[in-house]
């Protein structure tokens, strides 16, 4: 009886060492990211003390994957995610604590953490994108490479450091300014039964998902006719609407409404050629309003040239460039575009300058139309630098009729998937409608309960049926 005793006050003994051990686990990595506010990378919770406050969104922001992509975090979740931290920053109750953000999730769970926090110091505590991504791997700690949403493998890596310079341009170039982001219309407009779409520039570029010949859900997935988009296009002073897929819809659906409308297919998952390229270049410099471009799914070709222009005229690196556009619309530009992409950037660059060397010597022209027809003569240099006054259209458009012809593309599978996926996340347009009917009957059979039944209304109703 002795010995067992012991040994259970050793056991007791163990549990209390190993809870000890819990509140400062062995082996787990702390950031310090300011004199209060720590990053932490640990194996199991934390819980908070009188010293300290800990949170964790492992559970509360996961990304919604198409294949094997798994961030980064969109636009609205890193919103939220500022939110909540400025919060317990300004906390009276937490005033005199140290703020712990940590993540005890996977490699993935891990890499979303760290870029949230790292784009957090970029936007509000006025670190360089190196500054903070230095602060993130101070304890030799490596994190997972973002990817693309295609199901072969990885074709390119996305780091967290491409992610924060990508926020650090949004932020110089004005494209992101929570002062006035609206999350709530962000999460609305960007889900499948509201149109699928998303601002990568406010104001200058919209993506989204291709418009239909008529308003239904097929497979699953809501399809819009053009119609459905004319007051949020009208609204927002979208002008121009480019096509990249094969033809779906009238053009003239848009163009009877005062709409610009531009075709420029190229095959769902490929890229694009020179001639293409120069031409959404053109048509996006010359447009007077906003501009809003869809291929299948508005995410692989879409992202690909306003990638293109992003490049051009803002000088983004091609790794900017997409992590900006995910972070906007997640699972936009895939496979062989992420490395056309790529290749294409020094050349954007100096097609660049030389469209605002240009525009800058037209500043002081006096004759408006002058200045037109110099513009137009720069417009038409292509992205191998030689000037070209047209575009061949006949040998180097494609034409959709290369569309695959055996029915599903990539555009069609990521559309369902992101369709499928949302109406798991919320029970959707349709649970509404029914609480809506449940709610009224309820409301009827209360009124027939206090008031009896409307009998002189029902008689009526059958003598003017006939019945």
Request: glycine share 6%.
């Given at each position: 009886?002795?010995r067992?005793?012991?040994?259970?006050?050793?056991?007791?003994?163990?549990?209390?060492?190993?809870?000890?051990?819990?509140?400062?686990?062995?082996?787990?990595?702390y950031?310090g990211?300011?004199?209060?506010?720590?990053?932490?990378?640990?194996?199991?919770?934390?819980?908070?003390t009188?010293?300290?406050?800990?949170?964790?969104?492992?559970?509360?922001?996961?990304?919604?994957?198409?294949?094997?992509?798994?961030?980064?975090?969109?636009?609205?979740?890193?919103?939220?995610?500022?939110?909540?931290?400025?919060?317990?920053?300004?906390?009276?109750?937490?005033?005199?604590?140290?703020?712990?953000?940590?993540?005890?999730?996977?490699?993935?769970k891990?890499?979303?953490?760290?870029?949230?926090?790292?784009?957090?110091?970029v936007?509000?505590?006025?670190?360089?994108?190196?500054?903070?991504?230095?602060?993130?791997?101070?304890?030799?700690?490596?994190y997972?490479?973002?990817?693309?949403?295609?199901?072969?493998?990885?074709?390119?890596?996305?780091?967290?450091?491409d992610?924060?310079?990508?926020?650090?341009?949004?932020?110089?170039?004005?494209?992101?300014?929570?002062?006035?982001?609206?999350?709530?219309?962000?999460?609305?407009?960007?889900?499948?039964?509201?149109?699928?779409?998303n601002?990568?520039?406010?104001?200058?570029?919209?993506?989204?998902?291709?418009?239909?010949?008529?308003?239904?859900?097929?497979?699953?997935?809501?399809?819009?006719?053009?119609?459905?988009?004319?007051?949020?296009?009208?609204?927002?002073?979208?002008?121009?609407?480019?096509?990249?897929?094969?033809?779906?819809?009238?053009?003239?659906?848009?163009?009877?409404?005062?709409?610009?409308?531009?075709?420029?297919?190229?095959?769902?998952?490929?890229?694009?050629?020179?001639?293409?390229?120069?031409?959404?270049?053109?048509?996006?410099?010359?447009?007077?309003?906003?501009?809003?471009?869809?291929?299948?799914?508005?995410?692989?070709?879409?992202?690909?040239?306003?990638?293109?222009?992003?490049?051009?005229?803002?000088?983004?690196?091609?790794?900017?460039a997409?992590?900006?556009?995910?972070?906007?619309?997640p699972g936009?530009?895939?496979?062989?575009?992420?490395?056309?992409?790529?290749?294409?950037?020094s050349?954007?660059?100096?097609?660049?300058?030389?469209?605002?060397?240009?525009?800058?010597?037209?500043?002081?022209?006096?004759?408006?139309?002058?200045?037109?027809?110099?513009?137009?003569?720069v417009?038409d240099?292509?992205?191998?630098?030689?000037n070209?006054?047209?575009?061949?259209?006949?040998?180097?458009?494609?034409?959709?009729?290369?569309e695959?012809?055996?029915?599903?593309?990539?555009?069609?599978?990521?559309?369902?998937?992101?369709?499928?996926?949302?109406?798991?996340?919320?029970?959707?347009?349709?649970?509404?409608?029914?609480?809506?009917?449940?709610?009224?009957?309820?409301?009827?059979?209360?009124?027939?309960?206090?008031?009896?039944?409307?009998?002189?209304?029902?008689?009526?109703?059958?003598?003017?049926?006939?019945?």
């Open positions: 009886m002795k067992k005793r012991q040994r259970r006050a050793e056991a007791r003994k163990r549990l209390c060492a190993a809870k000890r051990e819990g509140d400062k686990p062995k082996g787990d990595i950031f990211i300011t004199d209060q506010l720590y990053f932490a990378i640990l194996n199991q919770k934390l819980r908070s009188p010293e300290r406050h800990c949170f964790c969104i492992d559970e509360e922001f996961s990304y919604e994957n198409f294949y094997a992509d798994f961030g980064p975090l969109n636009l609205a979740m890193f919103y939220r995610f500022c939110c909540k931290l400025n919060k317990k920053l300004k906390s009276l109750a937490h005033a005199r604590k140290k703020i712990v953000f940590y993540t005890c999730g996977d490699k993935k891990q890499a979303n953490a760290a870029y949230l926090i790292g784009s957090y110091a936007m509000h505590l006025q670190k360089t994108p190196e500054e903070a991504y230095s602060l993130l791997i101070s304890r030799n700690a490596t997972l490479p973002f990817r693309d949403a295609s199901f072969g493998t990885c074709m390119y890596n996305l780091n967290i450091l992610c924060l310079r990508a926020v650090h341009k949004a932020l110089q170039f004005g494209w992101l300014d929570f002062s006035n982001f609206d999350v709530e219309e962000y999460e609305h407009y960007e889900r499948a039964e509201n149109g699928d779409f601002w990568i520039i406010p104001g200058k570029f919209l993506a989204f998902s291709g418009p239909h010949p008529k308003s239904k859900i097929e497979n699953g997935y809501p399809l819009h006719a053009p119609e459905a988009y004319f007051p949020y296009f009208r609204k927002y002073n979208i002008t121009t609407v480019i096509r990249l897929n094969k033809k779906m819809y009238d053009a003239k659906r848009f163009t009877d409404m005062g709409f610009d409308h531009h075709d420029l297919f190229f095959v769902d998952g490929s890229t694009p050629n020179d001639a293409i390229v120069t031409k959404f270049m053109n048509i996006c410099e010359n447009a007077d309003g906003a501009i809003a471009v869809h291929c299948k799914a508005g995410l692989g070709r879409t992202g690909t040239l306003i990638g293109c222009y992003l490049m051009k005229h803002f000088r983004l690196t091609a790794a900017e997409i992590a900006w556009i995910r972070i906007c619309r936009s530009v895939i496979g062989p575009q992420q490395t056309f992409i790529l290749d294409k950037q050349s954007l660059w100096m097609e660049g300058d030389l469209y605002r060397q240009k525009q800058c010597k037209q500043e002081n022209s006096i004759n408006k139309v002058a200045v037109t027809g110099i513009l137009s003569g417009d240099i292509s992205i191998n630098g030689t070209k006054r047209s575009v061949p259209r006949k040998t180097e458009m494609y034409s959709d009729g290369e695959e012809h055996n029915g599903i593309t990539q555009g069609d599978e990521l559309r369902a998937l992101k369709s499928k996926r949302q109406s798991r996340a919320s029970t959707g347009s349709l649970s509404w409608l029914v609480a809506m009917l449940v709610s009224s009957l309820c409301s009827l059979v209360l009124w027939w309960l206090l008031f009896g039944f409307p009998s002189s209304v029902f008689h009526y109703c059958v003598g003017r049926s006939g019945l």
